[in-house]
């Protein structure tokens, strides 16, 4: 773990989807931390310390027996609270025998982990992505586990989606979007980045969605950041002058690009994504060609991010002095980065570290 | 797990008395101060008879202010760390630890039952202030000797009010601890930080319950027996050594002191890494430890020279000097 603060603690990060949690230990490294997750046989998900308290062999190597984990070298034995329950060859339990166990809730089909200070994890605080349930809007996703990049990096790629006019020309990608004004608000837990595009022509991945052939769009993305990291895009196009602007978006079709980044280390992450949508909600088969257009054997449009992302952080470490540099399309992004810094200065009460401070 | 702590200087900013025998210090931290959980301790670097030595103390209080506090009682058969701490000045220059915890508080349980005895008061005033915080379901059951010696029980009555009940030797109120476990709500935890002879009821009642281990909480630093602390001899014949443990040192620092090749971990009779065999003893042995259990102190086989003493004799032991 290094000093530079590159992401609060005291958050709720994604950790896994629901379904990837069984009853068996999955291991996880959150925010430089190594947890091991399982779900108990009531149904909740437990999340520990992924080190034996007594030679830290990670107890992901080990196994369940029942609720609790045994560890695969010396078979001590520790309950989902974390306390140890089993010490070999003597007849008491050495008082101060723990490992952590992280505060962890399931909500929107993702299991959140809170890898601060445990007092002060609130499940009220999780970070709204119900987008993701599964319910009103449809949509199946995937996680970019372990990308090689910092997980800023990634908000940086969603808060500013001119570059999908260069990175996913063809698909989503349009002229449009680098023309367009867009306007930048926040809050102070919330960034929202605001663009209409009136009366274009679609993209063909919108054109392909909207199916009336020949008709000009109004275009919206409008980009939704919840500090630390996730990310939600309402975007869609409806028929020009069928009133979308001012909230009529039934001549439309919508959907909502979902991003839930979670700091691996201070160069890594993980990026759950998912891209739900509020048409044609019964088409399994559209649901699975979506997924395939974002995330496909390195040809989807996620894909294409993936190669730029890491590209770019392996760009940064070659060039470790020297600065981003900032265009007025940024503003979402620094915007999100600046109430980042803030958390880290309510968690450590300073200044955040340098490497933000060069991206402004 | 407990994270590594971290040596500095820090600067004694006041005391004040809470009884006549246990003494609040203020600690300023010159590097960064860290903020410590309910549970935890800082170490302090104290001066015995000459020679350096580490007291580990309680955090008392949630410490918002960037200042560590501790509560030491001056102990008339000190092993020399209270005295050490009771003649310090204001402006005082000390070395501290950053806080560790071995005695975590855990969040979320149904109902929680803390129990302090004496100075075991500290961790318990910090958790229960911790556990009003949350809103958290808990009582707390406080013991001691006398009303003189009640520590921090108006400032604790003040955050929690009834939840405190005071349990006062010289008006001959005891401790009902079969009725209280009892009470407990199922997932309870209970909280134990007091004397040995306090912990080992606790030990036993709980164990009566058929609860869970595990929710049992308890923290020892191995300075109380059941008798009082004094001077008494060892002898181990396969050495040809005869040393004697003063009131003010550990049976484990004389032998450690006397060249006697020893191993050791936790220094709290916790780990049972310094038990040595017992050959005799014309004395009582003062088991002071958490690692044996109630039959094996029974058994007097072994004791964990840590923190272990013994009272009225002496004692003839064996070490582990031999090829196998």
Known sequence: MTDARLFPLNAWYAAAWSHEIKHELAARTICNKDMVLY??????????????WHRLLPLSM?????????????????NAAGRCTYMPAQKTINPSACVRAYPVEERHRLVWVWPGDPALANPDTIPDFHWNDGTEWVGEGGTFYSLKCDYRLVIDNLMDLTHETYVHAGSI?????????????????????????????????????????????????????????????DVGVAVTGTGAPQGDRSQGVNGAF??????????????????????????????????????????????QDHVVLEAQQVAIDKNPRLPFYNLNIDAGALWARKLIDTMLEAEHGQVAHAPSEAAE | MSKQVEWGKGILRSVRDL?????????????????????????????????????????????TDGLYRIAV????????????????????????????????????????????????????????????????????????????????????????????????????????????????????????????GMLEAAKRAWQKSGRPVDQLRFE??????????????????????????????????????????????????ECGLCALYIIETTG?????????????????????????RVAGGDITIDTADRAA
């Open chain 2, 220 to 269: 020892t630093f191995g300075n109380s027996g059941r008798f009082a602390t004094e001077a008494f001899k060892v002898k181990i014949p396969r050495l040809g050594i005869e040393v004697e443990v003063p009131q003010n040192k550990t049976m484990l620092d004389t032998l450690e002191a006397a060249g006697v090749a020893m191993i050791s971990d936790c220094r709290r009779g």
């Open chain 1, 173 to 233: 990608g349009d002229e449009a979007i680098t023309s367009a004004p867009f306007d930048v608000t926040h809050t102070d837990r919330t960034a929202t980045v605001t663009r209409w595009m009136i009366n274009i022509e679609p993209p063909p991945f919108w054109a392909k969605q909207l199916d009336r052939p020949g008709a000009h769009v109004d275009r919206w993305q409008i980009i939704y950041f919840q500090a630390p990291s996730t990310v939600v895009g």
């Open chain 2, 73 to 196: 009682k001056r102990l008339p058969d000190s092993r020399g760390g209270s005295l050490y701490m009771w003649n310090l000045s204001p402006g005082a220059q000390l070395s501290i630890s950053t806080p560790g915890n071995h005695f975590d508080l855990s969040l979320g349980r149904p109902e929680y039952l803390l129990l302090a005895g004496g100075i075991g008061i500290t961790p318990i005033f910090t958790m229960a202030l911790a556990l009003a915080h949350a809103g958290a379901n808990f009582r707390v059951l406080y013991a001691c000797r006398s009303r003189q010696d009640m520590a921090l029980a108006d400032e604790m009555r003040a955050q929690v009010g009834d939840r405190l009940q005071m349990f006062l030797d010289d008006e001959g109120a005891r401790v009902n601890l079969d009725a209280e476990i009892a009470r407990l709500a199922p997932g309870g935890e209970l909280y134990v930080c007091g004397p040995i």
């Open chain 2, 19 to 63: 009884t006549p025998d246990i003494r609040l210090f203020e600690i300023e931290p010159e590097g960064e101060f860290v903020a410590p959980t309910p549970g935890s301790h800082i170490n302090v670097g104290v001066q015995i008879g000459g020679r350096p030595d580490v007291r580990s103390y309680s955090v008392v209080g949630p410490c």
């Open chain 1, 258 to 303: 979902l991003a839930a980044i979670t700091p691996e280390t201070d160069k890594s992450c993980h990026y759950f994504w998912n891209f739900a949508r509020t048409f044609r909600t019964d088409d399994e088969q559209l649901t699975r060609d979506i997924n395939k257009a974002h995330v496909n054997e390195g040809k989807g449009v996620y894909d």
């Open chain 1, 39 to 52: 779900r108990r046989s009531d149904g909740q998900v437990a999340v520990l310390e992924d080190a034996c």
């Open chain 2, 284 to 308: 009582v042995v003062d088991h002071r430890d958490v690692f044996f259990s109630d039959e094996e102190k029974a058994e007097n086989r072994k004791l964990c020279t840590c923190v272990s």
């Open chain 1, 62 to 78: 080990g196994h369940l027996k029942g609720d609790e984990v045994v560890c695969g070298y010396h078979g001590l034995v520790f």
